[in-house]
């Protein structure tokens, strides 16, 4: 399994923003997507493409169109925050919907809403998360997204625990990991160390 870290000054000065607790939610939620859109962009970069003709004001030109539309797929609540940066820069693409609340004393997902295409084979898939903490979550959306006939996911996420990317490697996923650190580790209450806290509440508010 692939795990692509986007090394840039500019995803790094985004993720200090989200890190700072003392970072508001208005700031925070604008940071996400700037940083957003530049982890989609790299995970953007080997989808499939097919050449055609353009005529250019002098003369035909050879030119590039995605060769098929991709589908992404938010985790709710927090995966919501990235949705808006995916379709700027895929706005044909289709959305599906994933609702998972991670139980705070298991760390087991739980999930409560299911929206998606009932057929991926032939469709790139973007799944979209802040964070991989155990990996319980990405593991459950990736099986559901593979019983469908999903295959080369991509899943994107602003920060992996090491334990995250050993729960999905041992999973022996078909899926390639974009994200902008990979961090230390995850403590007692299975949150990211250092991390950044809770990405939905940071967002949205403790409900
Ligand atoms: C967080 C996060 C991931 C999950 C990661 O969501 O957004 O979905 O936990 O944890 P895991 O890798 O251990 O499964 P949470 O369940 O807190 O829900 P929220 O997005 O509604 O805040």
Do not use: W
Not at 93 to 111: N, W
Not at 166 to 189: K, M, N, P, S, W
């Amino acid at each position: 399994m692939r795990v692509d870290v986007v090394e840039h000054p500019l995803v790094a000065a985004r993720l200090t923003v989200l890190r700072d607790r003392g970072t508001q939610p208005p700031v925070f939620r604008a940071a996400l997507r700037e940083l957003s859109t530049m982890l989609i962009y790299e995970a953007a970069r080997e989808l499939p493409a097919v050449q055609h003709t353009v005529a250019t004001p002098l003369t035909p030109a050879v030119g590039s169109r995605l060769a098929t539309v991709p589908i992404v797929v938010p985790v709710l609540r927090a995966g919501l925050g990235m949705l808006e940066a995916a379709l700027g820069l895929l706005p044909e693409a289709r959305t599906g919907f994933v609702g998972l609340a991670r139980d705070e004393r298991t760390f087991q997902p739980h999930a409560y809403l299911e929206s998606l295409p009932a057929n991926l084979a032939d469709y790139p898939v973007l799944l979209l998360d802040p964070m991989l903490a155990t990996g319980g979550s990405a593991a459950h959306c990736l099986n559901l997204l593979a019983e469908r006939g999903a295959k080369g996911m991509v899943l994107v996420c602003v920060l992996a625990a090491p334990e995250g990317v050993a729960a999905l490697d041992a999973g022996d996923f078909d899926v390639r990991i974009v994200t902008a650190c990979v961090d230390e580790r995850l403590d007692d209450d299975a949150f990211i160390v250092p991390g950044l806290g809770d990405a939905g509440d940071r967002q949205f508010g403790a409900v």
